[in-house]
């Protein structure tokens, strides 16, 4: 089991408990007391885990199965994909040792994937790159972002439901047309006597929210009030936490975590991180100021959020970023 807490969010999800014709006292209070706990969980730590998130488990087999057929192939066809072939949509594979953390490199290598769109002039956007040799990868890759889109846009239901805010706040504002972002990370074994080795060293993520399915394998690390503890994988969830943008946007009320990671299980392992952000072009001025709620609702950064973004990832490929922006 996990020090974080687990919440049930199947009343913000379509077809929930609760959502039953003529039940709208009880399906609102259901919203309201999943609002409550994701609220206690981003104020502490900023990390739980979600359940009743209506994602089906053969979705989930099939993307797994998927990737592992991936990554066991030779590196040189891996290459076939490489980001460098994504231009500015930023896409594709990249090996071990190929990204940065705090300008170190992780023991990871990965495939950069989101919403699947046209060439076009946008950074971040555009077509995907999917391995031929793996063909079943492409279709539940853009299954499952669909789903998670919905999971996305239900959890920030819930968050605006915790701020005081209206259910649909993000939905018709920040998130009508939201960032997607999907990573596929596969960790060798680590080395199980070398302390500075990390599969991902410490950081927050930027955005609003992280949506991350893990295997059986674990290895996530956050560190919360009492110091670093373990975020294990527990079957049927995901790990859900908040990014930088959603803490400034709240002043710091709820809170993005450092969080890591290091494959100690002596197997590989698999995860999938994905990020659901505001939209490029929304502007993203701090939260309104709701009753009884304190905070002081300022941020460090004005513009839209495609602008944010880009200062972000920049640091991540410095190299192929200088190469296509």
């Not at 199947?10 to 408990?17: A, C, E, T």
């Amino acid at each position: 089991m996990s020090d974080l807490p687990i919440i049930d969010v199947s009343p913000l999800v379509s077809g929930g408990p609760g959502k039953e014709a003529g039940n709208v006292a009880g399906n609102e209070a259901g919203k309201e007391a999943v609002a409550e706990a994701i609220g206690a969980a981003c104020r502490d730590s900023g990390f739980f885990y979600i359940r009743g998130h209506g994602v089906p488990a053969e979705l989930i087999d099939r993307l797994d199965a998927a990737a592992r057929r991936f990554f066991a192939l030779p590196d040189e066809v891996k290459q076939e994909i490489a980001m460098e072939r994504g231009g500015r949509a930023w896409r594709g594979f990249f090996p071990v040792g190929g990204e940065l953390t705090s300008g170190r490199p992780d023991l990871k290598e990965g495939v950069y994937f989101g919403a699947e769109e046209p060439p076009g002039p946008r950074p971040l956007h555009g077509p995907n790159l999917f391995p031929a040799q793996v063909p079943e990868l492409r279709a539940a890759v853009l299954d499952y972002l669909g789903r998670m889109t919905e999971v996305g846009q239900a959890v920030m239901a819930g968050v605006a439901l915790s701020l005081g805010l209206d259910e649909g706040y993000f939905r018709t504002g920040y998130t009508a047309d939201p960032t997607i972002l999907f990573r596929i990370f596969h960790y060798p074994p680590g080395p199980p006597d070398d302390a500075d080795t990390w599969g991902v060293g410490e950081h927050t993520d930027y955005g609003l929210l992280t949506l991350l399915l893990q295997d059986a394998n674990g290895g996530l690390q956050v560190h919360t009030r009492s110091g670093w503890v373990e975020a294990p994988p527990l079957e049927g969830t995901f790990v859900c936490n908040i990014g930088d943008m959603l803490d400034k946007l709240t002043g710091g009320r709820y809170r993005s975590t450092p969080h890591r990671v290091r494959n100690r299980s002596g197997n590989e392992r698999l995860s999938f991180p994905f990020f659901f952000d505001p939209g490029w072009d929304s502007e993203v001025p701090p939260l309104p100021y709701a009753p009884g709620r304190r905070w002081d609702g300022q941020v460090d950064f004005t513009g839209t959020y495609g602008e944010y973004l880009l200062a972000k990832v920049s640091k991540v490929f410095p190299e192929l970023f200088e190469r296509q922006i």
